[in-house]
DNA sequence: AAGTGGTCTAGACCACAAA
DNA sequence: TTGTGGTCTAGACCACTTG
């Protein structure tokens, strides 16, 4: 049947159907969920959560009182899930390396330390390492920590990375993530294993709690590298 | 005050912080849903709703009979919305242009005929546009449409982007999406007006309503660019 | 077989925004 | 002021999974 087993579902795909169907064309509005509810011999709160869903997946626009309208142009979301990057190696097959590079405290760029609220020449420690998948380079990790946060007596990345410890132990809340293709340069290029001026795919984060800055790292990802997802 | 103004989440945020301040570790089973009613007070729906909001959001592993536990893990997730190009344009306070390059029916390449599930050979319309900020370039789409769903007489392409007319006009069910960097050949730089060999950002998406395909685009952006969200 | 989350209902009241 | 969605409850039954 095309009906899920939940009430709800069925009200969900039901509505669904009317707004692909242009029953219930973009920008008009729908009957009001006490309608529904008697029109499809349900409870309204049935018919509340199949159109919250709705709303939540970008297709309808509701507000009390004004009524619920279908979206004009219904925003589509692709959603990236932020793996540990052992995993994203293990998960294609390969057999996960890391291989810490450097750890020492240094002095923050100015520019840096003004995106994370620090006073400038604020020293942070430095950490570099490489995440390796069999013999070849993976991703090249570049990353600041705030020794308030993460004392280093307690952290220790020489066998693991510091992205697993941090999961486990900092719970963040809040931070940026930005994409960008980078060129390789000389030292980049010898890291990662590939000629110099080598597109490459770079992510930069920046994690927070609360309201400070925990740590902000640059990934860069041998060539060849693709993120993928898929659209709902 | 602390609590939210609803019930429900006002559960969710008291769960949330004995989540964060470790009252309830990693992979530990958290009280069963009736239980954590009685105890601050509330009906278990309520505690339902707030639990599946944390479960949803990756804090919470639920099962029925096997009860709640917290992650061990957090998987963070990262949500872009996929804009029309137009608007990212115009959100960054520059003038927004757009010039139509190529528009043409030609066969699809093999590989890609694959991906789309098209027999080999199959002919698709294939539309090449630059879209640009103020007078520089800001990416270059490289699109095929699938002639029996994007009737080339209803489809004029020349003033607005297939990017619009598509939104507004196929409903799509479903797609993929990927993001890379990429080395810009001569055509591509000439078109972008960058060096050749930079480093381009490139996202490619495949776009099908129920199982058919409608539109498989390219999109490489100058150089420079970068895609930015913000962690919750 | 039993236990826990998932859903559903009927009715009620609340909150917000439009008129 | 009024109407619509947002939430809440108490109780019930269902569905999945583990023992």
């Given amino acids: 049947m095309t009906a899920s087993a939940y009430a709800w579902q069925s009200v969900r795909a039901e509505a669904l159907r009317r707004i692909r169907t242009r029953e219930w064309p973009p920008g008009a509005m729908i009957p009001k969920e006490a309608e529904i509810a008697q029109e499809l011999g349900c409870a309204r ?7 919250r869903d709705l709303a939540e997946a970008g297709y309808l626009d509701r507000r009390r ?9 219904p925003v589509r979301r692709a959603v990236f899930e932020i793996a540990i990057i052992r995993h994203e190696v293990e998960q294609s097959g390969a057999s996960y390396g890391y291989t810490l590079l450097e750890d020492r405290t240094e002095r923050l760029p100015d520019e840096l330390a003004a995106t994370l609220d ?16 069999g013999k070849r380079p993976f991703c090249l990790e570049d990353r600041w920590l705030n020794p308030g946060l993460v004392p280093r007596e307690r952290a220790d990345f020489a066998a693991s990375s510091a992205n697993e410890w941090l999961v486990r132990n900092v719970p963040f809340t809040g931070g940026e993530l930005s994409f960008q293709a ?3 340069d000389t030292a980049l ?6 000629a110099r001026g080598s597109a490459v795919f770079g992510v930069e984060r920046i994690t927070r709690t609360d309201d400070a800055a925990v ?3 640059t ?13 709902g």
Same sequence: chains 1, 2.
Avoid at 45 to 51: P, Q
Avoid at 65 to 73: A, C, D, L, P, Y
Avoid at 189 to 194: E, K, Q, T
Wanted: proline letters at 4%; charged letters at 20%; one cysteine or more.
């Fill in 45 to 51: 709160a049935t018919v509340n959560r199949a159109l």
């Fill in 65 to 73: 009182k004004g009524g619920t309208r279908v979206t004009e142009t």
């Fill in 118 to 133: 620090q006073p400038r020449g604020t020293r942070w420690r430095r950490v570099i390492a490489l995440h390796s998948a």
């Fill in 182 to 184: 980078r060129k390789a």
């Fill in 189 to 194: 290029a010898s890291r990662l294993g590939c």
């Fill in 215 to 217: 740590t902000a790292v």
């Fill in 219 to 231: 990934l860069t990802y041998a060539p060849g590298y693709r993120l993928t997802t898929s659209l």
